[in-house]
């Protein structure tokens, strides 16, 4: 058949990515991507995956082993050195037919350059070319060829050396016995923004090449039909159906329609800038760009400040209450995975957030599908009115099927996706519900690897908001991003648990899609309950109900169809839930708004039932009908208060549907809210509100979310329909004033009514009425208060006798000045020093009515020095030998004085110092003991060996001297220790820092294993992990060791001190700091090659006197 082209080759890999923040990206994800279908499975459909491991490859010229980030080979391999190099894959055909290749080469920073590919197949041969600048890290499809277990089967990659060629795995997947006909893979399109420069590739497979392809696009965009890639800067706004059509040279035509969402330009972006990070940077610099400062986090302080917000929101009026933008926390750069853009499509991109009641917080989890490939969490508190980030994202990769993982696997974290109305928080088991929608790829449902050649649906997904942590990884240790480095100081948070209800429950009625679908919340019987608005199959939308039983036990998980499809719109949707009537209410599209399931009567014919909206007042209807209006945009949620539906359209106009008092689709009535007074949100739906709309309990108002980039929290306040209340504040004395003794006190308030008009104002200190005013101003005078810390309110009442009551502030009065209070710390009564010694003489010193001024120390009647602020001390020694009398005074700030007891000290001459080193074999010493823990070897005791094992978290070293007399030490009980090295001798290659930490427990040389110390006494964590209880949290020193053999010194001048003066003794393990990660090797005191490079601990002391 000659050299023909069997597949398509993207040229689009050739494309300079534009805004490219790591120094490669993947493939068809360089900057906006399209979204593809995978190849169908079955059992009897082969799939072939060959690595450089395999004993049947051929390599011809000179080649580099190197370990590559992602590779699937044991060792990948590049071409080095003059001339042409070759590597050839042979795989075995195990049935004829058609079969898609792709290539796989980890990400590297080695001088990849563009690949040469020969494919010899059942027909002839053909050539392809890969750009390996990019897409590291995924399947890269090179073309669809046909294969027989009789010919020849080859795919030989060439490079020489210009071009070096990076080898590392190849897979063949059977599609089918005879060619595959025309298809267009692509099945969505990235996010477009207005004014922003857009770039998506079409990917088409099958047919006879050449194949051609057209498709009418929105202004600013156009088609390269040769690249097939779709790029420009569009300028309209809107939602755009367009009509990919493609023809084979066999006159072939295949057409798909596609949906670009083009959204309105965010005019703040330039001012919410991502913050930057450096590769090198501490897991502290992580977290700083991610949650509030201490201070910004004070304890229910901030939650008062917005319940005090809220309850002076005029009912009917929006507050916007994010102190922070979205922007400022996003995860930086370096840590997001091949394929991401910006985390601002976890909000654009079809998406919902949980509210969670036990927290007041919002949890947000998203992007998905052709959007964003980050599984990265977000919050919003409102206790601090600010955004955080609660988890980094895990790398993503693909297994052998395609199928997009997260690289430690998909019971670790799951995938990003479209999430639509799906997210949703469940306050009993107290985790985050995500159900996902639109997975990251695939359009779909989770998936992953069932068998060698078939995949499986998996999820749903619950995430612990008690582990969230800024600075971790949501999945394991490991799995976070490396593409630019390695960040060790990243660890795993452990946050997702993977429910796997394809296995746990194979035998329930699980929905199929979870594509435009919704949720809402009710608790019933104790217990989560979820109604889910899911697909069985196709895209008729059922009702399901889902009930959580066991937050430790997915098995025992409940779902249940209740409701079946008979004909409502199938796109996106919102939905709610009224406990009273057990109605379950979702919208559908302007010419029909809302379906009802009544989720009392469940069955497979409880079909959803079209409600008869009455808009009396044509303030909804005449809007959806001229289409000014999309509801599939909007959001639905319950207020279970007012009993009414409230609809949120994106700007400041809020609807309220009210149901009829007897379940029946006639009766309901739609009515816009009274015009909000301040400010609203700007009308931005972008890809729709869906599950940004919440009713939030716990504080009695919507939550709205808006702007993918910003992230503004919107609060709004329903209106009751009955009288408001008036609303009041204190103007004065300001907050936290203080105030002399014997003054008085101006309270004043402002107070007003929006529905009528104020009747009085009374002040409070505490629960004492101080005052009552009826008409304004509203100001009295408060005459020669107690002296102390006041809490002061006003209280409002309106005409209708509704009442409000002030945000509380507080002032001190002060009183008739009382004297401070000051003591002596330290020295001890009674301590002996020796002569030339400097010590501190430390006091503690307070005032109840002001603030300590100064201390003043004595010796004698001898001012020895002074100090400002604590921690009050100065710093004294004595030449002479003899007993000193010690004393300090105290100052407050208005000048009163008191003087501490005075101590007494002794100074002597020092007995002159001894050094001893204690290292077994040498000068007659036997006391050390060591041992190390390996979690390969958990109930073996190790304590025999020679050496001890260094390298990662797998193992723990652990080693004791007998250092004083009372425990068969040469050391006399009762000496002064100056200083302390415990030395350890590194018998192999790799530079480390290390820690030194005392051991908490006894444990034994022979007995001590990963699980236990003593025999039948465990560690408190396997490995004597457990800080604070098997080893002490505060390091006693730490030290380096370099490249080469050599001592490892650490000062443990601290821990022996300790020791002296009472502490156990049950010596150090090694916690590893920084530095080459290959395993190392210590000698122990069991070595036999040389005594002198046995462990040691040298001191320097003074005996007692």
Known sequence: MGNMNYGLIVSSWRMPCRLMVFWLMLLALCANVAATETIPESPDYPNIVLTTDDFNNQRLGAFEEFRGYLARSSWALTSVGPGKS????????????WYTVYLWWPITKVNAKQAQILVQHAEGSST????????????????TFPFTPESSSKIELVGNSDKPVVVDALRLQFVGESRPGLRIVTSALPIAVVNERFDAFLEVDGGRPPVKCHVPLPSGLA???????????????????????????????????LSLEILSNDQERSRATPVLYSPGASNSEINAAAAPTTSEMASGQALTELQAMIASLPEGNWAKV????????????????????????????????????????????GGGHANYSGNDVYRWRASTMMWERASLPSQVIQDPLGNYIAVDGPDAAPASAHTYDNNIFLPI??????????????????????????????????????RADPGKVGGSTGSHVQNTAPHPEVVGGEMWQNRDHTVNLASAPLPASHVNGCTAYAAENGRDTVYVGATSGGTARNLYRYVINDVTAPAADNWERIGGYWGSPTDSTSCAFDPGQKLFVLTGNNSFPLYYWNTATPGSKNYEVRINLSDPNGQLLPLLQANAITLKKCGLDFDPVQRKYMLWCGDGRVWSISPPETISASGWSVSLQPTPTGSVPNGDTGTGILGKWKYASDLGVFIGLQDRTLGNVWVYKPVSGTNQSPVVNLTAPPNGATIAAGGSVTLIANASDIDGTVSKVEFFAGAEKLSEITSPPYQFFWVNPPAGSHILTARATDNLGKTAVSPPITITMLGINQPPVVSLSSPANGTT??????????????????????????????????????????????????????????????????????????????????????QDGVNGYAGTRDTYLSVYSKTTSLGTQTYFLSGGSSYTSLVRFAIFASEGGPIPDGATIQSATLSMYKSTAYDYTYRAHRILMDWSETQATWQQRLAGAAWSAAGANNSGSDYLSIADGQGSVGWNSGWLNIDVSVGVQQMAQGQPNFGWRLIEVSGNNNLKRFYTRESASNPNLRPKLTILYRSAQ
């Open 86 to 97: 070759s590597f050839t894959f042979q795989p075995q055909i195990p049935r004829r037919g």
């Open 128 to 143: 392809a070319r890969a750009d390996q600048t990019m897409g590291g890290g995924l399947w890269q499809r090179i073309g």
């Open 223 to 257: 088609l390269d039909a040769a690249r097939l890639a779709i790029s420009g800067t569009p300028t309209v706004p809107g939602q755009w159906d367009i009509t990919v059509s493609c023809f084979d040279s066999s006159g072939v035509h295949q057409q798909r329609v």
């Open 322 to 365: 994010n102190t922070n933008n979205y922007s400022d926390v996003w995860t930086p750069p370096d840590l997001r995975p091949v394929g991401a853009y910006y985390p601002s499509a976890i909000i654009g991109a079809w998406s919902s957030f949980g509210w969670d009641t036990n927290r007041a917080d919002l949890w947000l989890y």
């Open 429 to 466: 088991v107290d985790r985050l519900l995500v159900l996902g929608g639109a997975a990251w790829q695939n359009g779909g449902q989770y998936r992953r690897q069932a068998t060698a050649t078939t995949s499986r649906n998996t999820g749903p997904y619950f995430f612990d908001p008690n």
């Open 833 to 918: 020093i020796n002569t030339g010694t400097f010590i501190s003489i430390n006091a503690n010193a307070s005032d109840s009515d002001g603030s300590i001024a100064r201390v003043e120390f004595f010796e004698g009647s001898k001012k020895i020095g002074e100090s400002l602020s604590p921690p009050f001390s100065v710093a004294w020694s004595a030449s002479v030998v003899g007993s000193y009398t010690l004393s300090a005074i105290a100052y407050d700030n208005l000048g009163a004085s008191t003087a501490s007891a005075p101590i007494s000290v002794t100074v002597i001459t020092p007995l002159p110092e001894s050094t001893l080193s204690l």
